[in-house]
């Protein structure tokens, strides 16, 4: 009996799946297409979550509009802008290049041209002030000696 | 002396980027749809859904667009303000009872009173996508011409109504 009722409740998530397959089903190929669309759009409810895997009630009724919208035979291109005429560049996950954005793409690469600038310009800096050594005749003999030892010596 | 203060500099920098960075709401993304034209709509009226609400026919009228529900949290906290604005009869409010059904949207009103003038309901939430809703509530200013002027995201206050929305509505009125 115990055993009976476990395996009924193992196999309680396959009936609670059923509903959920059922867009699916309808048109696999639509589907999927939609899915590659909405996986690169945010969800504005839960910012951070794409259109496709979220479970908002507004990134469902945004999946209808974009399958609606494909059996329209709409392009992938259309339907983007759509969404970004309604919900602006905020919407798209890779955010395009625009006169405000700019800094977003290029600042990484002027940062780390400043770093570099500002390294070069330490190291220089460095060497200036570093003491040029300058040894006499003896302090060099006693350098070469100490730097190759005769052969000899070793024993 | 000098070396200490480019790391300061750098630091305060730092500071302030995340200071204004940390104090925005990331919920309040601004509307490509300011100093757009309102997206036209024909919806059935809430409380008498034979007839239609068109939303062209509020041409040379300022009006504002209350997007609500009965199911929504935060229009609870701004019922009160709305019901205040629509005793001073300054700006018809239109009511978009977004996602909801008649029932519970009528029996909403019920409770809380009914500032609005006439409210279309879109029960599919699909006249929601044509403006970009994605909260409720949201408050749309509209002006004569059938242009929306601004968006308050989120409850409308007290405060918003005298900083914003009033000063606006006067402004467009006055056109």
Redesign the interface.
Known sequence: MKHLLILLICLLPAFSYAGEAKDLAEDPVLEKRMIGLAENLRC??C?NESLASSRS??AN??RR?IREQMKKGMTDQEIIDYL???????VLFDPPMKSYTLLLWYGPFALLLIGLAGLVFQLRKRKNTLPESQLSAEQAQRAAALLNPPKDSQT | MMRYIWPFVAFVVLAGFLYVGLGLN??E?????INKPAPAFTLPQLHDPAKQFVSQDMNGKVWLLNVWASWCVSCREEHPVLMALARQNIVPIYGLDY?DNRKDGEAWLRNGGDPYTVIASDT???I?????V??VPETYVIDKQGVIRYKQIGAVTHESLQEKILPLVAELQAK
């Open positions: 504005l409810v910012q009630e507004l009724d945004l509009e970004v005429s309604r919900y602006g560049d905020f | 990331p919920h993304v601004p509307s490509p749809l996602k599919e939430g699909r929601g996508i044509d403006y970009g994605y909260g």
